[in-house]
């Protein structure tokens, strides 16, 4: 397995001792789009369960417990202990296991359907990042769906600005991180990467994988949610909700969303 650089250690504290995933999609209206429009993207992409799940950089298990639920035979990985305990603790009829995305010990062919939901986001190298799909297609069995997902270039700076949080200390920051696609984690996020939609194409295509189907998670609708002092009413939410539908395969719209999925047969 790959010697563990410094960008992951602040990724391992990040999610350690700053941030709560296990919160993130229940505790924002933004995050509560991502969530619900997520999960109706896998019911449409994914095979009927049951069908075996290899859920790489899972977190602490929102979506693996939720296809485990659903029926489905899943296996989760992340980089990061605490989140693996979590999801061993809140989803005991999935399994977990500690592991770096860009190698696995598990055999070719293991899963069915391989999610990279996460890891992708955080390798600032492109090696890293093709790395990570070329092993995603290694343990998926042929034809079945690699799934991954990435953070947008322009959701940074669309969010912060938004929130009003792009001050003169963030500002530059941001907008280095939009030229360049590597986050600063003095913007208060951890080291992470944000993709255009032609580079999603590019990785998939790097680690030998067809022309993927991208899809807008949240749509162009999303900063509106939590710029709302006092949260979105119900018709605003569904309004997000059916633009971000609308929207979904659209090339013109996709990089208004905050993340986008990317999935193509192994």
């Known amino acids: ?12 504290r990040y999610y350690t001792e700053v941030f709560a995933e296990a919160e993130r999609l229940d505790r924002t209206p933004q995050g509560r789009l991502e969530a619900r429009r ?53 989803y005991p009829e999935l399994t977990a296991t500690v592991g770096d995305a860009r190698d696995l010990p598990l055999p070719d062919d293991a899963a069915d359907v391989t999610l990279l939901l996460g890891p992708l986001y955080h390798l600032t190298e492109r090696a890293d990042r093709v790395a990570a799909l070329r092993e995603a297609a290694r343990l998926t069995r042929p034809g079945g769906p690699v799934v ?14 938004a929130q009003g949080r792009a001050d003169e200390r963030t500002r530059s920051r941001l907008l280095g991180a939009y030229a360049t696609g590597v986050n600063d984690p003095e913007t208060g996020f951890t080291t992470a990467y944000f993709h255009r939609p032609e580079q999603v ?19 162009p609708l999303w900063p509106l949610l939590n710029a709302m002092d006092t949260g979105p009413a119900d018709a605003l939410f569904a309004d997000a909700m059916a633009c971000a539908e609308t929207f979904e395969r659209d090339p013109a719209v996709l990089g208004a969303s905050a993340h986008l999925l990317a999935v193509a047969p192994a």
């Open 1 to 12: 397995m790959p010697q563990h650089r410094p960008a992951e250690a602040d990724i391992q």
């Open 148 to 161: 991954a997902a990435v953070i947008s270039r322009n959701a940074a700076l669309i969010d912060l600005t």
């Open 201 to 219: 194409v590019d990785e998939f295509r790097a680690a030998g994988l067809p022309t993927p189907q991208l899809y807008g998670v949240e749509g």
């Open 38 to 90: 997520t999960r109706e993207l896998l019911t449409r992409l994914l095979p009927p369960p049951p069908a075996a799940v290899l859920d790489m950089g899972g977190g602490p298990g929102t979506y693996a417990g939720w296809l485990a639920a659903a029926g489905h035979r899943v296996h989760l990985v992340d980089l990061v202990p605490a989140h693996v305990a979590a999801a061993r603790a809140a």
